[in-house]
């Protein structure tokens, strides 16, 4: 009995696809948005809901003739979230309500509650009122000097080093001035320009026009 060792080219299993390419451009995408997400106090649970979401929306965009009773497992075999979670996202839409961090819970605190509210400079530590047993009332997980080091980063608060006392900045913490219009112009236009880049990847044939202008430099 002959038995031939080596399996023809046609019988091979074929060689699985490189991701690399595609997981380098998703991190060359996600960064800038990571680096808003963190100016702006952003918490990745507050972003990974909507990934979540996007998946099981993109996942059903790709199967358009799957039957109901086949879309939960469908999408997860697509996007590898677990059945019980895409269920739960096919069930509601996604939150975008952002989740208060510790720190932006401090502050709420400090603008609300009696005992605080009309102080706007509190001594950094102390059993009294203090910003250190401010921070204690909301939570024991996270050290007060963190809190207020993130306080101090977001723009609402400032440590007075002179006399050891914590500053209140603000009263509210919600964008100011042209933000909310910028912030629009960033989700239309460089959703926009990325959905159709996206389209140019993934068809046979570019079918969009994609320019882009880019300059760091001032004007004279």
Avoid at 180 to 190: I, T, Y
């Amino acid at each position: 009995m002959f038995i031939d060792d080596h399996p023809s080219p046609s019988s091979a299993p074929s060689a699985a696809p490189d991701l690399s390419p595609v997981l380098a451009a998703c991190r060359a995408l996600l960064t800038p948005l990571a680096e808003l997400a963190i100016a702006r106090g952003l918490h990745h649970s507050d972003l990974d809901e909507l990934l979540r979401a996007a998946f099981v929306e993109a996942a059903l965009a790709a199967h358009p003739d799957v039957t109901p009773h086949r879309a939960v497992s469908r999408v997860s075999t697509a996007t590898g979230l677990h059945r019980r979670e895409v269920n739960r996202l096919l069930q509601r839409e996604p939150v975008l309500e952002a989740k208060r961090t510790p720190a932006t819970q401090v502050f709420t605190r400090w603008l609300s509650d009696p005992a605080w509210r009309d102080q706007t400079s509190l001594p950094r530590q102390g059993p009294g009122p203090s910003f250190e047993t401010l921070a204690q009332s909301v939570t024991k997980d996270v050290h007060p000097r963190s809190l207020l080091e993130e306080l101090c980063r977001l723009g609402l608060a400032r440590l007075d080093e002179a006399n050891d006392h914590v500053e209140l900045l603000r009263e509210r913490f919600t964008p100011a001035g042209d933000e909310p219009r910028m912030l629009g112009f960033v989700a239309s236009n460089v959703g926009d320009h990325l959905r159709a880049a996206v389209s140019n990847v993934l068809s046979a044939q570019p079918q969009h026009l994609e320019q882009a202008v880019f300059a760091d430099e001032t004007l004279g």
